[in-house]
């Protein structure tokens, strides 16, 4: 590619100017520093349009950075800048292809674009967007922000930014596209193979036109697309997705009515808030070879269908609500899944509680609800409990999977630095009471890890009881909340080391500067 490049260089260099140092009325003394020194100067100047900008300082300039196989726009560009810049862009590769001999090398094509911009308009991404499937040979990604003035518009009008259509990249091999939610229609293009593209991610589009995204992504036109992230995306309806290629693919907030995916090779599959609670799922998966599997979505085993999945290792449910009332669709559809698969090695469940106290006397307690787990040996339990009491919940859940050998508790972490609260004295969170006297033992569970440990008399109470029923247990990793500080994590480790057994191995961590974890040496 290096050779490439210099052979394209060369002809830049020798390739007529528009203008010249006479007309310029001066000498160019940039135009003669050699090839190579010029590039490195593009290299520094950090974005596209910087340097689109700075071609007039040198006859070759606008020549030459076509030659770049990276073009960035970073944000703070305006983005009606973009397509003025892309146009230079293939102007410049057109002079170049125009120039070259019969035994030259080919001009190097763009192998990475990266468009970060605020709010855009959609002539200004139908001007651009076809100039960058005409020479793009690598990844794509495109990103909007809304600006802020526009984020308190009121205006249905004001928040429609047109509609634009995605022109086909042929040689692309990555497109992503993050746009602000609802704010751009978008249509796929009817025609063309997207021939070596291999990751598609899609994000805040509102769909329309002939062509679907079923079509769009499936073999035919996708036969190399191995990752399809698609997120909060309006218009899709019923997506048909049958891909050879396919290994991973997430649907996130996409208002499905039916969903269809017939991938051979597919080894994780995610589907999060896409069907409405307000009618049946309708979903038929054929993937025989699925490891992962994360239905965070409404379940019902008469209208979805997962075919034989005997490699399934892991399995990921919605939140099973704790304290409510009686009958809760989200409940259902949590327990039904659990009851459908016999094993899986790993399991992601997520019981949440309500985030006030006011009115949770008139609630029930719900986990009678869940009746039965899959046959696993690794289960990892987020805990949403908003200071409230999780040792009866999880108690009900470790009845359930005796022969667990990994435990993994994550408490919900809250972005900000306040200290964690614990509930009214009485609250019925704490009932059953049956957790605090009987016996229980997890016979066969070796490692326990605990991140964000909140330090509230409820936790304490659980994870003493813990060492209890973990009678096997080697080691035991504790993260402590970002909100604890060097004082009080001494205290609870201090705490925490009182009812642990000399034979367990027990780490403690504390985070600095909010998101790096290091290693807790209590004090003696």
Not at 97 to 104: L, T
């Amino acid at each position: 590619m290096e050779e490439g490049r210099e052979t394209a260089a060369k002809r830049a260099k020798d390739c007529p100017s528009p203008t010249s140092a006479g007309e310029e009325g001066g000498e160019d003394h940039l135009s003669a520093l050699p090839d190579d020194i010029l590039l490195r100067i593009f290299h520094t100047l950090g974005s596209a349009e910087t340097a689109a900008r700075t071609s007039v300082l040198s006859r070759r300039w606008l020549r030459l950075w076509a030659l770049q196989p990276a073009l960035s726009f970073f944000f703070g560009a305006r983005h009606d800048k973009v397509p003025a810049a892309l146009a230079a862009l293939d102007a410049a590769h057109a002079a170049l292809d125009a120039a070259r001999g019969d035994d030259d090398e080919a001009t190097p094509p763009l192998r990475f674009l990266v468009v970060f911009v605020s709010r855009s308009s959609a002539e200004s991404l139908q001007a651009w967007l076809p100039i960058a499937a005409r020479r793009l040979a690598g990844d794509l990604h495109f990103i909007e922000i809304p600006r802020h003035e526009e984020e308190e518009e009121g205006d249905e009008a004001a928040r429609d930014g047109g509609a634009f259509e995605l022109p086909c990249f042929e040689r692309a091999t990555a497109i992503s596209l993050e746009l602000v939610r609802g704010f751009h229609g978008l249509s796929l293009p009817p025609t063309g193979v997207f021939a070596r593209l291999t990751n598609f991610h899609l994000d805040g589009a509102r769909l329309h036109g002939p062509c679907t995204l079923g079509e769009a992504v499936s073999s035919p036109r996708c036969p190399t697309l191995r990752r399809l992230s698609i997120v909060s995306v309006g218009g899709i309806g019923n997506l048909a997705v049958h891909s050879d290629s396919l290994l991973e693919m997430e649907l996130k907030g996409c208002e499905l009515q039916q969903l269809t995916v017939a991938a051979p090779a597919l080894i994780k599959l995610t589907v999060f808030l896409c069907f409405s609670s307000a009618t049946r799922p309708v979903a038929d998966i054929s993937a025989p070879e699925l490891v992962t599997l994360g239905w965070r979505d409404a379940y019902d085993p008469t209208s979805v269908h997962f075919g034989e999945m005997s490699q399934l290792q892991w399995l990921g449910t919605s939140f099973f609500i704790v304290y409510g009332q009686p009958g809760l669709a989200q409940n259902l559809d949590c327990a039904r899944l659990l009851q459908h698969f016999e094993a899986v090695q790993a399991l992601n469940l997520v019981l949440a509680y309500m985030s006030s106290m006011e009115g949770m006397q008139d609630h029930n307690y719900l986990m009678e609800e869940m009746t039965r787990l899959p046959d696993i040996r690794f289960l990892t339990l987020f805990l949403l409990t908003t200071g409230h009491s999780f040792g009866a919940s999880s108690f009900h859940v470790f009845r359930m999977c005796t022969g667990i050998r990994k435990l993994m508790l994550t408490f919900n972490n809250p972005t900000d630095m306040e200290v964690p609260t614990e509930c009214a004295s009485g609250c019925i969170c704490d009932q059953p009471t049956n957790w605090k006297t009987e016996e229980l033992v997890l016979r066969r569970l070796e490692d326990i890890e605990i991140q964000y440990f909140p330090g509230t008399e409820n936790d304490f109470a659980l994870v003493e009881r813990l060492f209890s029923w973990a009678a096997v247990v080697k080691t035991v990793t504790i993260s402590f909340n970002r909100s604890i500080t060097g004082s009080m994590a001494n205290e609870f480790c201090q705490r925490i080391l009182g009812f642990s057994r000399p034979e367990i191995c027990v780490k403690f961590y504390v985070y600095h500067n909010i998101c790096q974890r290091v290693l807790y040496v209590p004090e003696d």
